[in-house]
C-alpha cells in the first residue's frame, strides 16, 4: 500500500500523523510512504530523517494526495484539501464530524473510507484519543493560569495563591481522560480543585489519586452552584460515539461568574460545553462573553507538537499497520474497534450519532464489508 503523510494546513496545527520510526517500520513492512516536504519540521522532524527512514520527499499536498491510498493525517480535511479526496482514498485522523456538516457532505460525496480517530472504541476506552485528551487536559490549567492575569484580561488571581491568600477555585466538568489531566495539574498547583461528574467510580478513582479534592455529582442545580465561585472552569465532557457535547453551561450561567473567570472548552471539537463557545485558534485564542474569558482552542495539543506527535502515532501507528499491511476489508472485518471509527464509507454515513445530528440515512458498516 501506498502511504501518504501531508502536512496539516489547519490554522496553527504544527503536529505530524508519523514519525520517521513509523515510516522506517511501514517501508519494512513493505510499503511505499510518501510524506510532504517540511511536513515534520512543526515536531521536531526533519526531511532528512524521512528520507533515512526510507519514505519519499513530495513537493506538495496535491502529490501526496494523487500517490497514495492511505492517508494519515492529524486534523480534518480543510477546505483547500476537499478537492484532492477522492473515492480510492482511505483517511485516517481525527474528524469530529458532529459540528462539521459540510466536510461531512464532500467525505460522503467523495465516497472514500473516513475512519475518526476519536470515535475508534476499545470497549469504554477510546485509545486514539486518549493520549490527546490527557495533553490538553494538563494544558488546561497553564492557559487558565496564563489567562487568570490582570494583563489577559483576567481577574488577576494567582492559580496557586499566596501565603495569607486562598488559592484560585478551579472547577472541573467531566472526569475522564481530560478531567484526570486537568485535575493532576490544577492539584500540583495547589488550587481548590471541585471535580463534577455524572456517575461516582470515576470520582472516587480521582478521590484515591488526589485526597483533598472535592467530588461532586453532577446535576444542572449544583453545576449552577458550583460555577458562581470558580475562578477556572474546565470543560471536559465528551459523548462517546461522536455525537455532540452536551451545552451545560448556559448563557444566564455565565452571567453568574465572576468577572475575569476563565472558561476552558476543551471539547470545543465537538461544539463545546457551553452555550456560547465557538472555535478559536491558538494565534487569537480567547474571546470575552458575559466578561468570562472564553478559551476554545481547537486543537489545543498542537501547541505542544513534539510531545504531542509522538504522543498521538504511539497510539495510531498499530491501526496504521493494520490497514496497511491487512488491506481495508480485512483489517475492518478482523477488528472491531476499527469498525466503531468508520464514520463514512462509500458514499454512506456509518456514524449513527452523526446520521441523526444531520438527520442524514445511518447505515451499519457490517452491512457494507460483509
Do not use: W
Not at 510518501?34 to 515534520?40: E, F, L, W
Not at 522532524?45 to 528520507?51: I, K, S
Not at 470515535?119 to 493520549?131: I, Q, R, S
Amino acid at each position: 500500500m501506498i502511504i501518504g503523510i501531508p502536512k496539516e494546513v489547519k490554522t496553527d496545527e504544527f503536529r505530524v500523523a508519523a514519525t520517521p520510526s513509523n515510516v522506517k517500520q511501514l517501508v519494512k513492512d513493505g510499503h511505499d510512504v510518501v510524506i510532504q516536504k517540511s511536513a515534520g519540521e512543526g515536531s521536531g522532524f526533519g526531511d532528512d530523517a524521512y528520507l533515512e527512514a526510507g519514505a519519499k520527499l513530495l513537493e506538495n499536498a496535491s502529490q501526496v494526495y494523487a500517490e497514495a491510498t492511505l492517508i494519515v493525517k492529524v486534523k480534518e480535511p480543510q477546505k483547500s484539501e476537499y478537492e484532492l479526496l477522492n473515492e480510492k482514498h482511505i483517511l485516517f485522523c481525527y474528524l469530529h464530524l458532529a459540528p462539521l456538516k459540510e466536510l461531512t457532505s464532500v467525505l460522503m460525496q467523495k465516497r472514500l473510507c473516513a475512519i475518526a480517530y476519536e470515535t475508534v472504541a476499545l470497549g469504554n476506552e477510546l485509545p486514539l484519543l486518549k493520549p490527546m485528551s490527557e495533553i490538553a487536559g494538563k494544558m488546561s490549567l497553564t492557559v487558565a493560569a496564563h489567562h487568570l492575569s490582570r494583563y489577559q484580561g483576567g481577574e488577576g488571581v494567582l492559580i496557586s495563591g499566596a501565603l495569607g491568600v486562598d488559592a484560585a477555585n478551579v472547577l472541573i466538568i467531566g472526569a475522564g481522560n481530560a478531567g484526570a489531566g486537568a485535575t493532576e495539574i490544577a492539584y500540583g498547583l495547589g488550587s481548590k480543585v471541585t471535580v463534577i461528574n455524572r456517575s461516582s467510580p470515576k470520582l472516587e478513582n480521582l478521590k484515591k489519586l488526589f485526597p483533598n479534592i472535592t467530588t461532586e455529582l453532577f446535576s444542572p442545580a449544583k453545576l449552577e452552584e458550583l460555577i458562581k465561585e470558580a475562578d477556572v472552569v474546565i470543560g471536559t465532557v465528551l459523548v462517546h460515539g461522536g455525537s455532540s457535547t452536551p451545552k451545560l453551561i448556559r448563557k444566564e450561567m455565565l452571567k453568574s461568574m465572576k468577572k475575569g473567570s476563565v472558561l476552558v472548552d476543551i471539547t470545543i471539537d465537538q461544539g463545546g460545553i457551553s452555550e456560547c463557545s465557538h472555535p478559536t485558534t491558538h494565534t487569537d485564542p480567547v474571546f470575552v462573553q458575559e466578561g468570562v474569558l472564553h478559551y476554545c482552542v481547537a486543537n489545543m495539543p498542537g501547541a505542544y507538537p513534539k510531545t504531542a506527535s509522538v504522543a498521538l502515532t504511539n497510539a495510531t501507528f498499530d491501526y496504521v499497520r493494520k490497514l496497511a499491511n491487512q488491506g481495508l476489508g480485512e483489517a475492518l472485518r478482523n477488528d472491531a474497534s476499527l469498525r466503531f471509527g468508520v464514520n463514512v464509507f462509500k458514499g454512506s454515513l456509518t456514524n449513527n450519532a452523526v446520521a441523526e445530528i444531520f438527520n442524514e440515512k445511518y447505515t451499519d458498516i457490517d452491512s457494507l464489508i460483509y
